[in-house]
């Protein structure tokens, strides 16, 4: 009730209009450090005022569009339209990147508060007649108006996503449209606070010692903190559901019961037919995409999705896959049997299970690579690996980092590094926000709290922000990475390169397709390992010494260890993203093709009928590509926040994708004998990096390379050839 107040008080105020705005610090010229926000002022009661006047500041620029005298041109109309709602950005970037990673009761109501005002919000400018006949008007004369390539990619994308959003549409489709839109944008916030929810509600308590068994100390050390952070566990051993907790937890016990427990609530996570299931979401979520699509005329979701996209439609996304698939689940079978003959050699007396795998899989490692996770952590200090990472970056492109003390901080242990050019100008800046919290959603992420763009012609630097949950410091100990954090947090580095390095003029052209944005993240990636980077970071975090030949020799031969199972349990949850996503017709003729091979399971396959129910289109769905009981898809439907919350719907393969350009871009740098070499690293920067979404993305590409890329150097690199 107290929001709803809240909201309306906040209807009366125009901006500079009421002295009490002048307590909110989103109607003020920020003066801190290179304006970051200033996290320290801002209260949640700033929210909904800022958001409504940002509202009402764009529609009146919008209505500013319309009534314009003078007939339509690039300047007055499409122009004025990329720089409307500055206001509403401002405030939004701050309160969207803080509710993903520090929120709280008040910020999870207030986004329930705006999910519905920003769908209408949006939907009035997009469907609006009045301003989409003068974008027409300006695209329909765009070849006599003299534009330079810029404003000539600014205008036709501003067209196609006028038509995109159903402004060609007759105004009883639109008005459905609408209903569409505001219940898919509720359903898809309700889907992530239930597993924010339901994750943090789990706890797996230990109270005997021997329960303990296998796990390493360090790991005791921070369940026991764990335990201690509430009275109810005070002196005993508490694991959650956080990466952190439950990966090493599942690497390392050796007790069966306990791993089996854990494994069961992290998988059933949004299935347990109580307030935060997920599953009726889902079946809504389905259909409601399903009709928004078919009304902007595609036969699915995933048609609509992918014809903006590199990939064009569903069943190029599906080539890639199955390409993938077949060595993929091939290799995962031996590993699989492999790690049986460890159990049968052991007189183990059990067949592997999925709760199993992770513990053989660090102990076959173990056994063939003589290769200790915990053994190189050591080396991993997450200080020693943003170092590295710095490192990379200025070898590859001459920028620079360094910390801003006493910037305004929305959490005690962020921290802020300012990016500096070869010649010593600005960038951006950066936040890091490493370990895990209740109000931090799960996963890695990089986002920004102030996108770069262009005001009066001056480039405004962007404020980037990284959240990782990696693991964290404990007595004393700083926080040591696992190789998969290393890697993480390489990766999340390679998006924010994007985001500091990008030179777009126009906003409506800085974003990139979702199946190309994790081009630049995943090649950063391959820099983490490579032994002449490893040697500058991996040092021992307590004697300084560098990481030991001989190690660095098994980190590279073991580097492609486990691939089986990580492509198996990744494409799985691609397929099923797609699954969910595309035309009946689609999955019936690929069932078709595929009849010979499974046969039984085609058969009890009722492609897209969700009729049977969320978990039984998920088994069937996942028996169709042959899935095998031991491998889960990495996120199982009700968890499945990439594939549910909007960001990568009939996206999830962007992963896969972006890899077949990664591996080849990678490629470009060993071809020249140095990873370094200046002159690859400055077209990768000046033609990937720098450009946004100002040119079609494979042209960007081909810019770069000269050349489209191939599947070898993808399959070369997961070992799967
Ligand atoms: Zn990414």
Same mark, same amino acid.
């Given at each position: ?45 700033h ?5 409504q ?5 764009q ?56 999910s ?30 003299n ?20 402004a060609?549409?007759d ?17 898809q916030?309700?889907?992530?606070q ?11 308590v ?61 998988h ?62 091939r ?93 010593g ?19 890695a ?32 100990k ?12 390489f ?24 199946d ?5 993240s ?5 820099w ?14 307590e004697?300084?010494?560098v ?6 020799e098994?980190?590279?031969? &073991?580097?492609?260890? =486990? ?6 349990? #990744?494409?799985? *949850?691609?397929y %099923? +993203?797609? /699954? ?31 009729d ?14 042959g ?15 990439? &594939?549910?919350?909007? =960001? ?6 962007? #992963?896969?994708? *972006?890899?077949? %350009? +990664?591996? /080849? ?57």
């Open positions: 009730m107290r929001f709803m107040f809240l909201f309306f008080l906040s209807m009366g105020l125009l901006p500079g209009s009421v002295s009490a705005q002048k307590s909110n610090p989103f109607f003020e010229e920020w003066t801190t450090p290179f304006q970051v926000p200033p996290f320290e002022t801002i209260r949640n009661e929210y909904l005022p800022a958001f006047a940002g509202m009402l500041k529609q009146a620029e919008i209505d500013a569009i319309i009534n314009e005298t003078a007939p339509p041109s690039f300047d007055n109309t499409i122009l004025v339209l990329d720089q409307s709602g500055r206001l509403l950005r401002k405030v939004s970037a701050v309160f969207y990147a803080l509710n993903s990673a520090n929120t709280n009761k008040e910020m999870q109501d207030i986004a329930r508060q705006l519905p005002l920003s769908s209408k919000h949006s939907d009035d400018i997009d469907l609006n007649p009045n301003l989409f006949k003068r974008i027409q008007a300006v695209y329909d004369q765009k070849d006599q108006l534009l330079d390539p810029q404003q000539m990619r600014l205008v036709t994308e501003t067209y196609k996503n006028f038509i995109r959003s159903g060609g549409l105004p009883e489709k639109q008005e459905r449209l609408r209903k569409l839109n505001t219940q898919i944008d509720m359903l916030l309700t889907f992530g239930n597993l924010l929810a339901e994750t943090n509600a789990y706890k797996l230990i109270d005997d010692k021997a329960s303990l068994a296998g796990l390493p100390d360090d790991i005791i050390r921070i369940a026991a903190e764990t335990g201690n952070q509430d009275n109810l566990t005070k002196g005993k051993w508490v694991f959650t559901l956080q990466n952190p907790s439950i990966t090493p937890f599942m690497q390392s016990s050796e007790n069966r019961n306990l791993k089996e427990q854990i494994f069961i609530a992290s059933n996570r949004c299935n347990n037919n109580n307030e935060q299931d997920n599953k009726s979401i889902i079946q809504q979520l389905i259909q409601l995409r399903t009709e928004k699509a078919m009304l902007l005329g595609y036969q699915s979701w995933a048609d609509f999705a992918i014809a903006d996209r590199m990939a064009r439609q569903p069943a190029n996304v599906y080539k890639l896959l199955d390409q993938v698939w077949k060595p993929a689940i290799q995962a079978e031996v590993e699989l049997s492999s790690m049986q003959q460890i159990i049968d050699k052991e007189d183990g007396g059990f067949q592997l299970e999925a709760y199993d795998w992770p513990f053989y899989s660090e102990n076959l490692k173990k056994q063939v690579y003589a290769l200790d996770e915990e053994a190189i952590k050591p080396y991993f200090n997450l200080e020693n690996v943003r170092k590295g990472i710095f490192y990379v970056s200025e070898k590859l492109y001459g920028i620079t980092f360094s910390e801003v003390k006493n910037a305004p901080k929305y959490f005690k242990d962020v921290t802020l590094y300012e990016c500096k050019d070869v010649d100008s600005h960038l951006g800046v950066v936040y890091l926000d490493f370990h895990p919290r209740a109000g931090k959603r799960g996963g992420w990089c986002g920004s709290y102030r996108p770069q763009s262009y005001v009066n012609g001056k480039r405004v630097a962007p404020v980037v922000t990284i959240v990782t949950n990696f693991s964290p410091p404990s007595a004393g700083p926080a040591l990475l696992s190789s998969d954090e290393v890697e993480t947090f990766h999340e580095f390679g998006h924010a390169l994007h985001g500091l390095l990008k030179n777009v003029k126009y906003s409506g052209l800085s974003t990139v397709p979702r190309f944005v994790e081009l630049p995943q090649i950063m990636e391959h983490a390992f490579e032994p002449e980077v490893l040697n500058v970071y991996a040092k021992h975090y004697t300084g010494k990481i030991p030949a001989e190690l660095v098994k980190i590279k031969k &073991s580097s492609n260890y =486990g691939q089986g199972f990580k492509t198996t349990e #990744y494409l799985a *949850a691609c %099923l +993203d797609m /699954d969910y996503h595309v035309a009946p017709q689609l999955l019936e003729a690929r069932k078709q093709q595929e009849a010979t091979a499974v046969a039984a399971v085609a058969e009890a396959t009722q492609a897209n009928n969700l049977m129910g969320i978990i039984e289109f998920e088994e069937n769905s996942m028996k169709q590509i899935l095998i009981p031991q491998i889960p898809p990495r996120y199982r439907s009700t968890y499945f926040q990439h &594939s549910m919350t909007g =960001g990568y719907t009939a996206g999830y393969y962007s #992963y896969i994708w *972006a890899e077949v %350009l +990664d591996a /080849d871009a990678y490629e470009a740098f060993k071809e020249t004998g140095n990873i370094f070499d200046k002159e690859t690293a400055a077209k990768f920067r000046r033609y990937i990096l720098e450009p946004g979404g100002s040119k079609d993305a494979m042209q960007l590409y081909l810019d770069f390379r000269g050349h489209e890329p191939g599947i070898e150097p993808l399959l070369q690199n997961r070992g799967l050839k």
